[in-house]
């Protein structure tokens, strides 16, 4: 396997891995396994990287934003839909399908972007992860026009343009 190869070369010149770990589906710090696991992070050096739900985080927002403050430097937050509601009543799950308009994406993104900013200050950066990597052109249209950087979804990307965003495919790897 490729990784056998990579992981003995890193191993033999005793390279310093970067290591990042992705968690989706965040709301808050009151779950005691969040913060074990920011601890954990903070002491091996392992930058963690948090999909976040805008309309949850907002119950816990300003006890969740002091938890954190101290992670600053190896935890980024970024936005993962508004509800992470399924909207999509014939098809697969999708909070923001085809049916929906332009101006409800927009607003709902950008609504939940200013809540994630303010709480989260330079913690949160300008990526979105779409609910069940499911998105179209509106919302690429959307996440331009509201300065997002970056759309990071697992599924292939599928048009020849993304506008001023950067793709990020996303894939989990476990090795043991």
Same mark, same amino acid.
């Given at each position: 396997m490729i990784y056998d190869d990579i992981i003995d070369i890193w191993m033999r010149k005793n390279i310093n891995v970067p290591?990042? /770990?992705? =968690?989706? $589906?965040?709301?808050? *710090?009151?779950n005691k396994s969040y913060m074990n696991l920011f601890n954990f992070c903070a002491k091996k050096d392992i930058k963690l990287d948090v999909a976040t739900i805008p309309k949850s985080f907002m119950k816990n927002a300003s006890r969740t934003s002091n938890d954190v403050k101290d992670f600053s430097s190896y935890i980024n937050f970024h936005q993962h839909g508004f509800k992470h509601a399924n909207n999509n009543k014939n098809g697969p799950f999708n909070e923001f399908? $085809?049916? *929906? *308009?332009?101006?409800? /994406?927009?607003?709902?993104?950008?609504?939940?972007?200013? =809540?994630?900013?303010?709480?989260?200050?330079?913690?949160?950066?300008?990526?979105?992860?779409?609910?069940?990597?499911?998105?179209?052109?509106?919302? =690429?249209?959307?996440?331009?026009?509201?300065?997002?950087?970056?759309? *990071?979804?697992?599924? =292939?990307?599928k048009y020849k343009s993304l506008k001023s965003l950067k793709y990020f495919g996303t894939n989990v790897d476990f090795i043991l």
């Amino acid at each position: 396997m490729i990784y056998d190869d990579i992981i003995d070369i890193w191993m033999r010149k005793n390279i310093n891995v970067p290591t990042i /770990i992705r =968690i989706d $589906d965040f709301i808050s *710090s009151s779950n005691k396994s969040y913060m074990n696991l920011f601890n954990f992070c903070a002491k091996k050096d392992i930058k963690l990287d948090v999909a976040t739900i805008p309309k949850s985080f907002m119950k816990n927002a300003s006890r969740t934003s002091n938890d954190v403050k101290d992670f600053s430097s190896y935890i980024n937050f970024h936005q993962h839909g508004f509800k992470h509601a399924n909207n999509n009543k014939n098809g697969p799950f999708n909070e923001f399908p $085809d049916t *929906s *308009s332009f101006l409800k /994406i927009k607003r709902e993104i950008a609504l939940g972007k200013k =809540i994630l900013e303010e709480n989260l200050g330079e913690c949160f950066y300008p990526y979105y992860t779409p609910p069940w990597n499911r998105y179209n052109w509106k919302l =690429i249209s959307a996440l331009d026009s509201i300065k997002f950087k970056v759309l *990071s979804a697992g599924n =292939i990307y599928k048009y020849k343009s993304l506008k001023s965003l950067k793709y990020f495919g996303t894939n989990v790897d476990f090795i043991l």
